[in-house]
Nanobody
Framework: QVQLVESGGGLVQAGDSLRLSCAAS????????VGWFRQAPGKERGFVAA????????SVADSVKGRFAISRDVRNNIVHLQMNTIESEDTAVYYC??????????????????WGQGTQVTVSS
C-alpha cells in the first residue's frame, strides 16, 4: 500500500553536499514513518535517519549526526535526506523505507514494511 521512489544520488566529491529525496505514494503513505538506510559493498544495511508522519520527530544515527539531516515535506509527501560535508565512507546505496509504527528505540532497526529501490551515492576523494 506504500510505494517509495528515491532520487538524488550520484557521484560527488568529498566535502560536497547532496540531497536525497524519497517520494511516497499509496493510500496509506501519509501515515507512515520513513527511514533512510544505507548499504556499502560488503557491509550490512545500516540505519541513517528516520522521521515521523508529521515531521515533528526525527532520529539520526550517531555516525552522521551533525552532517546529515532528515526532513519531511508533508504537503507533497516527500522525505529528504540532506547530506553535508560528505565523506568517502558515505559511499553506499541509500534506501528509504516505511513502516506504520515504531518506538524511538527501534525505529533504527531495519524491520520496515516497504522499501524503495535504492539510489547510489559515490564519493570520490
Amino acid at each position: 500500500q506504500v510505494q517509495l521512489v528515491e532520487s538524488g544520488g550520484g557521484l560527488v566529491q568529498a566535502g560536497d553536499s547532496l540531497r536525497l529525496s524519497c517520494a511516497a505514494s499509496g493510500p496509506t503513505s501519509r501515515a507512515v514513518i520513513v527511514g533512510w538506510f544505507r548499504q556499502a559493498p560488503g557491509k550490512e544495511r545500516g540505519f541513517v535517519a528516520a522521521i515521523n508522519r508529521s515531521g515533528g520527530w526525527t532520529s539520526v544515527a550517531d555516525s552522521v549526526k551533525g552532517r546529515f539531516a532528515i526532513s519531511r515535506d508533508v504537503r507533497n509527501n516527500i522525505v529528504h535526506l540532506q547530506m553535508n560535508t560528505i565523506e568517502s565512507e558515505d559511499t553506499a546505496v541509500y534506501y528509504c523505507a516505511a513502516r506504520y509504527a515504531c518506538s524511538a528505540n527501534d525505529c533504527s532497526d531495519p524491520s520496515y514494511d516497504y522499501w524503495g529501490q535504492g539510489t547510489q551515492v559515490t564519493v570520490s576523494s
